[in-house]
């Protein structure tokens, strides 16, 4: 059982490129969640979702794109990378949004040079 | 804001001594106070969770206590270890379905 798996681990990415962050969850949930983490911060979350085919902003969404077509995957998109997305991103997910535990993937670390 | 608070940003303790960080939310539908860990370059793991019904739960070294007129929970580590040097987290998942994270406490565990 994988639990939530994030790729790539590490990424540099130039202003103005674009990119995609992957993840997958094996264990059914419903519920998926992006946040990232800049250095010595906290969890700001992205966007999350309670199901496929929705999908919902959280606190800090713009420069971000999600899509949930499966109840597996949920990617982040970035598509005019900048500086100030350099930050460490996690996906979560959890069998429903409430009461239940949030199980993390390893991160992402993402570098706009 | 968020409405999510969490002190102290920084905790220093003797190995051995206790540690209390506490947080306090807004959103009165809540009714699951869970406590994450976070060890360096890893992603947040739960470690204690606490639902509305009860006052406080333990597991061991750690526990947890909950004050839902007041709108706050603490955890409290007891007979603290160099393993628990680490960030913690606390959160408040609220009726719109999002998962709001406090602004997480680094704790050191000084020899």
């Known amino acids: 059982n994988a639990g939530v798996t994030q790729t790539p681990k590490f990424r540099i990415l130039k202003i103005g490129q674009s990119m995609t962050l992957q993840c997958a969850q094996d264990?059914?949930?419903?519920?998926m969640y992006w946040y990232r983490q800049d250095p010595g911060m906290g969890l700001k979350l992205i966007y999350y979702?309670?199901?496929?085919?929705?999908?919902d902003k959280g606190e800090v969404p713009n420069g971000y794109n999600v899509s949930r077509s499966t109840t597996e995957d949920f990617p982040l998109r970035l598509e005019l990378a900048a500086p100030s997305q350099t930050s460490v991103y996690f996906c979560a997910s959890t069998p429903t949004g409430l009461n239940t535990e949030a199980f993390f993937g390893q991160g992402t670390r993402l570098t706009v040079v | 804001g968020e409405n999510v608070e969490q002190h102290p940003s920084t905790l220093s303790v003797q190995e051995g001594d206790s540690a209390v960080i506490k947080c306090t939310y807004s959103d009165s539908a809540s009714n699951y106070f869970p406590w994450y860990k976070q060890e360096l370059g890893k992603g947040p793991q739960l470690i204690i969770d606490?639902?509305?019904?009860?006052g406080e739960k333990k597991d061991q070294r750690i526990a947890v206590t909950l004050n839902k007129t007041a709108k706050h929970f603490s955890l409290h580590i007891t007979e603290t270890q160099p393993e628990d040097s680490a960030v913690y987290f606390c959160?408040?998942?609220?009726?719109?379905?999002?998962?709001?994270f406090g602004k997480g406490t680094r704790l050191h565990i000084l020899p």
């Open positions: 264990m059914n949930h419903n519920y």
């Open positions: 959160a408040a998942p609220r009726r719109d379905d999002k998962i709001i």
């Open positions: 606490i639902r509305s019904n009860v």
């Open positions: 979702s309670v199901g496929a085919g929705i999908t």
